[in-house]
């Protein structure tokens, strides 16, 4: 866990490569700092809600998604009023993206692979 106080993060939009077509891919959503304050996002696959908003907690959510996608992560709730952080990891690519999305506003995730 980190200190949202170490951190310091400008909202980011990806380019995810799972470097070959896998059909079906994993994303992982967490809330990586040392202390759940409450923030809540929701996920969308090409505009399309995946479920409910939920609350970030440390451990993980999981969504299942396709392997060629654009993924939002809306900010829905700011518990603290100190910014939404996130972190988010794609199965079958092993990265791990640090992020913060501003409230009401969306990070995109555009999800390619190999044809």
């Keep these: 866990m980190l200190s949202k106080n170490t951190v310091k993060l400008d909202a980011k939009d990806f380019t995810v490569d799972t470097g070959k077509s896998y059909g079906k891919i994993e994303l992982s959503i967490w809330n990586f ?16 809600p995946q479920g409910e908003a939920f609350s970030i907690r440390h451990k993980p959510v999981k969504v299942s998604v396709p392997d060629k996608a654009v993924i939002q992560v809306r900010g829905i709730r700011d ?22 999305v501003p409230l009401n506003a969306e990070n995109t995730y555009t999800i390619k692979s190999a044809e």
């Design 79 to 100: 518990g603290s009023n100190n910014g939404i952080t996130y972190g988010v990891t794609f199965s079958k690519t092993g990265e791990t993206y640090l992020n913060t």
């Design 33 to 48: 700092v040392d202390k759940e304050d409450g923030d809540y996002v929701q996920v969308f696959v090409d505009g399309s």
